[in-house]
């Protein structure tokens, strides 16, 4: 049973900067890859990034490009999001997802999800 918890999620002034965790378990995830999504309110969920855990080859929404970084720690087996230049637009919940079916920026692309952690960037 594959689970993701995430963690890092906070308050921060806009300009500021937050790094995301999901811890991962249950499985061997070399064949993964993993991803980041969000929710802000009264929107759909959207893609952020994802990164191939073997290799880490990493993949960006536009929005977020040049200031969100996806990793992952191979000895942890974590994902982080760590996220710079923080806009008031990237307040939502950020969700940590999981799947086996190759590099997808769509929701129904991943087969595993995290809890959700909250983001509040003020402006």
């Known amino acids: 049973q594959v689970q993701l918890v995430e963690s890092g999620g906070g308050l921060v002034q806009a300009g500021g900067s937050l790094r995301l965790s999901c811890a991962a378990s249950?499985?061997?995830?070399?064949?993964?890859?993993m991803g980041w999504f969000r929710q802000a309110p009264g929107k759909e969920r959207e893609f952020v990034a994802a990164i191939r855990w073997s290799g880490g080859r990493t993949y960006y929404a536009d929005s977020v490009k040049g200031r969100f970084t996806i990793s992952r720690d191979n000895a942890k087996n974590t994902v982080y999001l760590q996220m710079n230049s923080l806009k008031p637009e990237d307040t939502a919940v950020y969700y940590c997802?999981?799947?086996?079916?190759?590099?997808?920026?769509?929701?129904?692309?991943?087969?595993?999800w995290g809890q959700g952690t909250q983001v509040t960037v003020s402006s």
């Open positions: 249950g499985r061997t995830f070399s064949s993964y890859v």
């Open positions: 997802a999981a799947t086996t079916r190759g590099v997808s920026s769509a929701l129904n692309g991943y087969d595993y």
